[in-house]
Every structure is written in C-alpha cells, then in structure tokens.
C-alpha cells in the first residue's frame, strides 16, 4: 500500500473499527498524521509570528488533529486485529496511567497530602506497588508499540481475511 492509497482508505474507513490493517496501512497514515501536525503547526508559526502566545490557540493543527483523531485510532484498532489482538490493548498505556493514578488517589494521597517529604510515597510496601506501577507505565507504550510492528498473521483470524492474501 503506498502513502497516498493509506490516506484514502484510512479516511474511507473513518469509523471502521472491524476488520484488519496492514502495516503499510498503518505506518503510511502515522506518517500523514506527523507530517501534517508539522505542516500546520509550522503555518502557525509563521501566521502568528513571534507574537504567538505560548499554548495558545492552535485552531489549524487542532482542527487537523480533531479530523484525524477517529481515523487514526480506527487504523490503529485494525491493525492490532491484524497481529491477532484486540484493538483494546491501543489503550493498556492509558489503563495502566488511570490504573496509577486511582491507586495513588486512594491510598497515598493522604500520605502527600500530610507529608512533608513526597518522596516517603515511595517506602515500603506501597512504595515497591508504587515503582512497579511506574515501571509498567513507562514500558507500555513500547509494548503497543511493538505490537504494533508485528507482522501480519498469515490466513484468515478471528478479525477477518489476511488484507495481502487475494481472495478467490
């Protein structure tokens, strides 16, 4: 699949969360989605000059990204399906942050609250949960992301048909 035919069938299968995506598929259209946020924060640039507010209104690359947001967690989905997982795992890196922070919330935001060094949150037990956590959080989205580069699973699977096998 060449850059151009990704962009098209990504925008295509806007919603598309069925099925499966190559990695051609997937890694022409997180190709598009960088080079465009670049494009349109550099216009930005030059349209607002050096008198642009830091962090202010970005209303060319937020519409960007807010169009391609769906497509590119659409691509994402399938392309996981593709390896031979649920498009769910995207989110473990989100799952595991919420996960962290729920836990802190509930069982050390006392501690910080009280505390006057933040660094006890990490002593003893709770503090081997807490780097563990961290660890996990840290590495995860390198997980996706090497899932992300599998190859695709040869024939059918549970998500669809092979997307570079021919069917007959």
């Known amino acids: ?4 035919q990704s962009i ?20 022409w259209f997180f190709l598009f989605t960088i080079l465009g ?3 349109f924060g550099f216009i930005e640039g030059v349209i607002n000059g050096a008198s642009g507010t830091p962090g202010g209104p970005t209303l060319l690359s937020g519409a960007f990204n807010l169009a391609t947001f769906i497509p590119t967690l659409a691509v994402g989905w399938r392309r996981m399906h593709d390896s031979g997982r649920s498009g769910v795992y995207l989110f473990y890196p989100l799952i595991a942050i919420v996960g962290l922070s729920i836990f802190i919330g509930l069982f050390g935001g006392t501690e910080l609250l009280t505390s006057s060094d933040p660094a006890s949150l990490f002593e003893g037990a709770f503090g081997i949960i807490v780097i563990i956590s961290l ?7 390198f997980i996706v992301v090497f899932w992300l580069t599998r190859p695709s699973q040869p024939g059918p699977n ?3 048909p092979n997307p570079h096998e021919v069917s007959q």
């Open 135 to 141: 660890i996990i959080v840290a590495l995860s989205p």
């Open 37 to 39: 946020g670049l494009f």
């Open 8 to 27: 098209k069938t990504c925008f295509r299968k806007y919603f598309t969360f069925s099925g499966r995506a190559s990695r051609s598929e997937y890694w």
């Open 1 to 4: 699949m060449t850059f151009t």
């Open 158 to 160: 549970t998500y669809g």
